[in-house]
Nanobody, 130 residues
């Protein structure tokens, strides 16, 4: 499985960006896709995740709730992260990731750690200026 993240850039505080993650080579039908970010000098942190078939609602870290939306259109090989009301503290390299799951999995608050995911994209830089 290969993931390609794109859509990063520079934006002023309060602005918006939409990140995309294109997936190729997937051979399974049940999976979870997540977005993580890593700021300079900090550990990579979970941002949001979405699963297929539905393993519950999309899940977000508290700091982005109400501002970011993860979505996966019917075409299954792309996931988006719409980021609104961006803040300087959102500045980071954003990574998409994927893991295979059971088709009956109910994820709850799980799948929020780096070690939960098997496949990673290369990252895209998001810079928010104040």
């Amino acid at each position: 499985v290969q993931l390609q993240a794109s859509g990063g850039g520079w934006v002023q505080a309060g602005g918006s960006l939409r990140l995309s993650c294109a997936v190729s080579g997937r051979t399974f039908d049940s999976y979870v896709m997540g977005w993580f970010r890593q700021a300079p000098g900090k550990e990579r942190e979970f941002v949001a995740r979405i699963s297929w078939p539905s393993g519950g609602s999309p899940y977000y870290v508290d700091s982005v709730k109400g501002r970011f939306t993860i979505s996966r259109p019917y075409v299954k090989n792309t996931v988006y992260l719409q980021m609104n009301s961006l803040k300087p503290e959102d500045t980071a390299v954003y990574y998409c990731a994927e893991a295979r799951i059971s088709p009956t999995a109910q994820l709850g608050a799980t799948m929020t750690t780096v070690h939960s995911y098997d496949y990673w994209g290369q990252g895209t830089q998001v810079t928010v200026s104040s």
